[in-house]
């Protein structure tokens, strides 16, 4: 007889157009329990064949991919017809949120981060069938406060077997962060990331935004054409070989970018052998143990005493929002024994066909009439 788990949810993390995360831990037998992070549809969404296939693919997409640099999810389900999928929860904090305490980093700090991202997205780029993700940028990267960087967020990455499909002509990507063929609605590949993440790194070590402009039509435009200032005409000290390879990757013709992020990663682990900069974690964990000493020293307290980082994560999520888990209403069974292999696809697949032939239906209907 199956062992019955259960997600209980304890309240929002985040909220988008079509989805909302919940922090939520798995519970199990014999007092198992593991924090997660769960991103479902919104319930007013929830009916939507689009953003259920969208959903889908997101979930599918990240995970495929196991590598140490991209967030893993677990399980993906429906329950109630509502599609969902758990993740492992990250005890750290955003990118942006770094460049918000520090808007230059440490030169070694950046490379350090650059070099995981371009690990993780060669990754997802080298497979049989290449996921691109499309939205690599500081909201999208986390950095655990042990120093451990992961992407993020694949809610548009483009895949050859993605359920949906993108509407060219339709931009999809982040202003500021996307590349010139993603502003002109054209076909993209592992370039464009690479592009991405060139500016990314340009934000880390410059301090500056590789893009400024006054209204959205001109961001467009300068971002179209790669309008960029170079590092040195921002600052003299600026290291020119550092120039040299942000410049290769933010180039606005992609055949002149590197042809993969491997490459670009080799380019810039020289780059840091050649400096005798410091790109391990725990270097990366003394940066966010500064920047963030009083959520660092509130944990190791915590721990000192005992505390589970479940216990305290729980409890520090409850002083700050005034939530707590009312486990009567905020439940997702989870149907298998936790040996078991999951079994997501079948189900959940089904449920977004069985939505899609319901909605064609009822629109062929209506026009009908």
Known sequence: MAAEE??????????????????????????????????????????DPDLARMLLD??????????????QVLDIDVRDGVLFYAMEYLHGRTLEDVLDRAPRLPLGAAIAIAVALADGLHHAHRRASPIVHRDVAPSNVMITYDGNVKLIDFGIAKAPNNLSNTVYGTFKGRLGYSSPEQCRCELTDARSDIYSLAVLVYEMTTGARAFTAATEADMLDRMTHARIDAPTSIDRTFPPELEAILLEGLAVDRTHRYASAREMQHALEAFARTNALNLSDAALSTLMHDLFSEDVMTWVKARDQGATLEDHVLQQFTHTTGMTLDRATHVLPVRRTQRSRPSWALPAVLVVLMVAVAYAITRLLITAR
């Open 58 to 71: 997101e979930a599918r997409n990240a995970a495929s991919l196991r590598h140490q640099r991209i967030v």
């Open 6 to 47: 259960r997600y209980e949810l304890v309240g929002p993390l985040g909220t988008g157009g079509m989805a909302e995360v919940m922090l939520a831990r798995r519970v199990g037998p014999n007092g198992f329990e593991r924090l997660l992070a769960v991103k479902r549809i919104r319930p007013e969404c929830a009916h």
